[in-house]
């Protein structure tokens, strides 16, 4: 079965600073997606970036990057300049294979930014 | 259109009682999902349909529960003799089949912001 780790339970960073929101994932299938969302506490899940298991350059969407490392089977989120707007829940979730329907989520990081 | 929405945002209701959500998905969208995430967790995943078919159902999606989407637009959740296990943020989905949404051509999914249900 897919499992998605998300072992930081919460966050505090500056505004202005960069925080990393690390996921590791367990699969031996090649081909799977990986996509990170942001939930505010409105509730609703806000898609932020995608990789594909064969793009092998890291995704980028404006503040947002992932640091993808297949052989660590790792895809670590990096947000840039943070913002007080950033203050939310950031889950990582993988489909498989590439562009299945389906999501396997992880636990979730809270990450509350400091003005 | 204005996303994903769904209805009621909080509902609560006493052990033994029926309740049902209502999702309306992105117009042009054919698929659309169901999750459900308890707190502290992520959601997990109950069922998907393609336009009025449902194509997979979750074991997690006990005989209580009934999701349908009658002519491929709204879907419905009926949750029948609820319990307090059944507390949850349900939260529905959609997407585009094919190319998806995302320049990549990835299958993202637009969320709703979720029906909050408290069994008590």
């Known amino acids: 079965a897919q499992k998605i780790t998300q072992t930081q339970p919460g966050m505090f960073v500056q505004e202005k600073e960069a925080v990393t929101l690390d996921c590791t994932y367990d699969?031996?299938?090649?081909?799977?997606?990986l996509f990170w969302y942001k939930q505010p506490s409105s509730g609703e899940m806000i898609f932020l970036i995608y990789q594909g298991s064969y793009d092998e350059q890291n995704a980028t969407e404006g503040r947002y990057s992932l640091n993808f490392q297949k052989a660590r089977k790792s895809a670590n989120l990096v947000i840039s300049a943070s913002q007080l707007g950033d203050s939310a829940m950031y889950f990582c979730a993988m489909s498989r294979p590439i562009n299945d329907y389906k999501l396997s989520f992880g636990a979730g990081t809270t990450v509350t930014v400091r003005a | 259109d204005t996303g994903v929405s769904q209805d009621p945002r909080h509902k609560i209701t006493k052990r033994g009682q029926n309740v049902t959500f209502r999702c309306d998905p992105i117009?042009?969208?054919?698929?659309l999902y169901w999750y459900r995430q308890t707190l502290g967790q992520g959601p997990e995943f109950l069922t998907y349909?393609?336009?009025?078919?449902?194509?997979?159902k979750s074991r997690l999606l006990s005989d209580r529960f009934s999701a349908e989407r009658p002519k491929g637009s709204f879907s419905t959740l009926e949750i029948q003799r609820t319990e307090q296990g059944d507390s949850a943020m349900y939260l529905c989905?959609?997407?585009?089949?094919?190319?998806?949404?995302?320049?990549?051509?990835?299958?993202?999914?637009?969320f709703g912001a979720g029906s909050r249900l408290t069994v008590l």
């Open positions: 699969t031996s299938d090649q081909s799977y997606g």
């Open positions: 117009s042009e969208h054919n698929r």
């Open positions: 349909f393609q336009n009025e078919a449902q194509l997979e």
């Open positions: 989905a959609s997407s585009s089949a094919g190319s998806g949404t995302h320049h990549s051509g990835a299958n993202v999914l637009t």
